[in-house]
């Protein structure tokens, strides 16, 4: 029962009356609203707040189709091949069930195998005679695929196999028992069936004495269709480990999780609102992405498995090979689906980077943020007012710390009710946005899928009225609980609801809102708090009959991308939109950013963010963060000055935290951990001219920006299951800080080069492991030798006001005296960048010469990009003390000098290192052509 008051609080110059008189307001109607949370909660242990409970969720053996499928023993597979031929460009074959003597005729599967350019082998596996089509996933794969097809010609058939010869590697299908092998030469590079775990359960009719229901808690899912399973094994060949299948918090090289003496949880994919999530499991969290990538020092490949239904995926534990044979290093996997198709794909790779850009090129690049969208984001469940949204605003310019964005989460609506203000606590919000913005700073707003059943709430009578809404098994509006209390969801699956509710973001739809006003999708797995797992049913309708278990793991996706398109459809401004989504699915990378979710403020948390994000980033989704101090709990200020160091890394940078946390806004926990969190943002907007960069890669061949040292490193196998490190781009390595009291940190440098580190320019040769000392002041990172990184070293109150400021070039020189690096611009807002209004510069250090080229793209776009802004600054590092004897530069296309200083460099303020080079003002154009020679 809640009988206590508000507390009001004095600060030093005192509430005034209307602040008191707003907080009792907003006391008085949070007492309503918590009446009905407290009746979900109850609803839902483990959904409010208490940490997640397992058992509120499914384990395998509790799941007809996952118990069955996964207890199948190797060689179960009667299913062979009796027919093939080739049409339309494609292998057409057909499968029938040797243990069904009905198989021969109504019962078969067809079997399609397709290939396209740049080593992608497709094969779609599809009932003769289906009872019902099973969905296919849409919307996911790009849109010119089918222009990238190669036509197959023919099959070679040679002792019961059919071969399928290309460019440069062979796909072989066994016909008894049917297997698949894609093969390269003579080797073997990745098989499907090769263990004999293929099963296809085909759609029949009911039994009179047989009872298709699936029964969990007090849910039962009807399952009217019957089951539908489809599972079966790869295996990837030479492979030392396995990555991807996110989203989970676990480690980057995914452990075995059956076999030998393991007794585990298969990795699960089924988007779930977890709260608390552990920081070790293989539970599946808010988003799913059945791709995976095996790498070993030979080479790398990849599988991808389109398809949204629940999934879980078995890593075997290596056999032990027989006496006398040779240990072959191979990884088995064993993939299992509740129901949808079966449309997988084979990316032969060899390296890394290739299966990257090979599943990239299915589904799609990254999405290009606007250059705000990179800087770093300050968020709260909840900003309580327009008061409090001042004072937090107000407080980084009063202790000198940038932001770019201040988010606004639930409680900033009138009763849960999403595109609407409450009237009391934010009466003027279209004037508060205007303030924020006369700063060169952005809002967001969130806005979740559960619609309030309020037949005054002008959304949902529309829906209502407009039958936009997902259907329960009886034919009526599901009805679930969320935040709001009694909800409906929207039927996000359709194009026409998606554009109906892109159309709700236009500004005179949602009043109060402006052109610095951006989107937020949380809950969107969707989660519902008294349904099954937390989540809507499986038996529940979409449009053209889909049922809602075919379409789970995409249903986020689709409210991402109508959320997307409504910032597209809202105006004139030509603006690129920003959506940040909490669930994800194979695609969302070209739709706009994700978080990992409720983490805890947690050294182990803070620990796991680095494999997690770096696995979304081998999935395609390279614009991802955690968190920022833990959503849940209160971070010592150790704690929370060792995530905003890591975190300055991350590609997205937001603190968030709980309505029931201490308020932790970065400058209250005193010095020095104010100085401390100050220098850790300094450090990411330093660093923007670069990260803009890499986004721009991920945005035009799909390469992460966090990435594990084996991708750059592929044939060092110490770096394979390394995951305390990451690099960011090819240039920067990142070790965090993730104990309490640290001194010091074990830091592996790959390559054989040097690596220089970004605060005092000390060098560390490359291909050891070093216990690198660590004070409280950052966390290690380092540039490699050989690289050229462009920052900004002016601090402003926003990345707005760095627009026009001048670069800093740091050329951390190879033991050959070269190096190289990029930077691109645009105006970091529009489009105009697709028609050719960039800028993108090449520097290259060599003969003791820095030259700027141009390596924008050669065809010639409607519109141009020009710049004021000059190079300030030219960093030298890893000369040796005999060359420091230069004390000028040439500037070779102006014919002037200028001064060039020998250490200290002031790398950054307060940190000297002796054995650099400084020039100063040499004053060339950021967007010219030119040469500087160091005399």
């Known amino acids: 029962m809640i009988t206590e008051g508000p507390k009001i609080f004095t600060d030093q110059g005192g509430l005034s009356l209307a602040m008191e008189v707003r907080e009792l307001d907003r006391w008085r109607q949070k007492k309503r609203r918590i009446l009905v949370v407290v009746v979900v909660l109850l609803t839902v242990a483990g959904t409010g707040a208490e940490a997640w409970k397992k058992e509120e969720f499914k384990r395998c053996d509790q799941t007809i189709f996952c118990r069955e499928s996964r207890n199948r023993e190797f060689g179960s597979s009667k299913w062979y091949i009796n027919e093939v031929n080739v049409t339309n460009g494609k292998v057409r074959a057909r499968l029938v069930n040797g243990e069904d003597v009905e198989a021969e005729h109504s019962g078969s599967l067809i079997l399609h195998l397709s290939a396209y350019q740049d080593g992608i082998i497709r094969v779609k596996v599809k009932e003769a005679d289906p009872k019902k089509k099973r ?6 794969l790009v849109k010119e695929l089918e222009e990238k097809r190669l036509w197959i010609q023919r099959v070679i058939e040679k002792d019961g196999a059919s071969m399928v010869v290309l460019s440069g590697h062979e796909v072989v299908l066994l016909h008894k028992p049917f297997q698949l092998y894609v093969r390269s030469g003579k080797e073997t590079l990745i098989s499907l069936n090769a263990k004999g775990l293929f099963h296809f359960e085909r759609q029949r009719e009911k039994r009179e004495d047989e009872n298709w229901d699936d029964t969990f808690r007090s849910h039962t899912d009807s399952r009217p269709h019957g089951p539908q399973s489809i599972g079966f094994d790869v295996s990837f060949y030479g492979a030392d480990y396995v990555y991807g299948i996110p989203e989970r918090a676990t480690s980057l090289a995914l452990k075995p999780t059956k076999g030998a003496d393991i007794v585990s949880e298969p990795y699960r994919l089924y988007n779930s609102d977890i709260f608390e999530y552990l920081h070790e499991s293989p539970f599946g969290l808010y988003g799913a992405v059945p791709v995976m990538q095996a790498h070993s020092e030979k080479k790398t490949t990849g599988f991808f498995w389109l398809n949204a239904a629940e999934m879980l995926v078995d890593v075997l534990a290596k056999e032990k090979a027989e006496e006398g044979t040779e240990d072959v290093s191979r990884v088995d996997t ?30 799609g690049k990254s999405i290009m943020p606007q250059y705000f969208a990179t800087a770093y984001h300050q968020c709260r469940w909840n900003y309580k007012d327009e008061a409090d949204v001042f004072q937090v605003d107000g407080g980084f310019d009063e202790h000198d710390m940038p932001y770019d964005v201040l988010w606004l989460d639930i409680e900033h609506t009138d009763g849960k009710k999403y595109f609407t203000w409450d009237p009391v606590l934010f009466p003027n919000p279209k004037e508060m946005q205007e303030k924020i913005a006369a700063k060169g700073r952005k809002m967001v707003t969130i806005i979740d899928p559960h619609i309030k059943r309020d037949n005054n709430y002008h959304i949902h009578k529309e829906a209502q009225a407009m039958g936009y809404y997902v259907k329960n098994k009886h034919g009526g509006d599901f009805d679930g609980w969320c935040w709001p209390g ?28 402006t052109p610095i006003l951006y989107t937020w999708n949380d809950m969107n797995e969707p989660s519902v708090f008294n349904g099954p797992e937390a989540t809507m049913q499986r038996d529940n309708i979409h449009s053209a009959g889909v049922e809602h278990r075919d379409v789970h793991n995409a249903y986020g996706y689709y409210f991402h991308m109508a959320s997307m398109e409504g910032l597209l459809k809202r105006g004139e401004y030509n603006d690129r939109p920003f959506v940040l989504s909490r669930s994800f699915f194979a695609g969302t990378q070209k739709v706009g950013a994700i978080w990992t979710g409720d983490n805890t403020a947690d050294w182990n948390h803070l620990r796991v963010s680095v494999p997690m994000l770096v696995t979304l980033g081998l999935t395609g989704i390279t614009f991802a963060g955690a968190d920022v101090g833990g959503f849940f709990g209160n971070p010592d200020p150790e704690l929370l000055t060792r995530w905003y160091q890591l975190g300055a890394y991350y590609p997205f940078y937001r603190g968030h935290a709980h309505l029931d946390t201490k308020r932790r806004e970065p400058w209250l926990f005193g010095e020095p951990y104010t100085s401390l969190i100050r220098e850790a943002l300094h450090t990411r907007y330093a660093l923007l001219p670069y990260l803009y960069t890499l986004f721009r890669e991920a945005n035009v061949n799909g390469l992460p920006l966090m990435r594990p040292l084996w991708m750059e490193y592929p044939m060092d196998k110490h770096t394979f299951a390394i995951d305390d490190e990451f690099l960011l781009g090819t240039d920067l390595l990142v070790h965090g800080v993730y104990s309490e009291k640290a001194t010091s940190e074990d830091v592996y440098f790959p390559g054989s080069q040097r690596w220089f580190d970004v605060r005092t320019g000390a060098s560390y040769s490359g291909g050891q492991t070093v216990k690198v000392l660590v004070t409280m002041e950052s966390i290690p990172a380092y540039q490699r030798a050989g690289s050229i990184i462009p920052r900004k070293d002016r601090f402003r109150r926003s990345s707005f006001h760095m627009e026009n400021d ?12 070269e190096a190289q690096g990029e930077l691109y611009v645009d105006d970091g807002k529009s489009y105009d960048f697709e028609k050719g209004a960039y800028i993108h510069r090449l520097f290259t250090f060599s003969n003791g010469r820095l030259t700027s080229s141009n390596i924008a793209s050669d065809s010639k776009g409607t519109k141009e990009f020009t710049t004021p802004c000059v190079v300030e600054r030219i960093i030298l590092l890893g000369l040796k003390s005999k060359d420091l004897s230069a004390h000028r530069v040439l500037i070779e296309s102006s014919g002037t000098q200028v001064p060039a200083e020998i250490g200290p460099s002031l790398l950054r303020k307060g940190y000297h290192q002796t054995n650099s080079l400084v020039v100063r003002m040499p004053k060339v154009r950021i967007s ?8």
């Open 486 to 513: 009694s909800s409906s969801y929207l039927d996000m699956l359709d194009p026409e609801v998606r554009s109906w509710w892109a159309d709700k973001f236009s500004y005179s739809s949602y009043q109060g809102s």
């Open 334 to 363: 064993h993939w299992i689906a509740e129901s949808g198709a079966f449309d997988t794909f084979f990316f032969i790779g060899p390296g890394p980077k290739d299966v990257i850009r090979q599943y990239t090129s299915l589904t």
């Open 806 to 817: 001048p670069y800093t070039l740091v050329i951390a020189l190879n033991d050959t005296y």
């Open 928 to 935: 010219d052509d030119w040469s500087i020679k160091v005399l």
């Open 135 to 140: 969905f296919e996933v849409p919307d996911v």
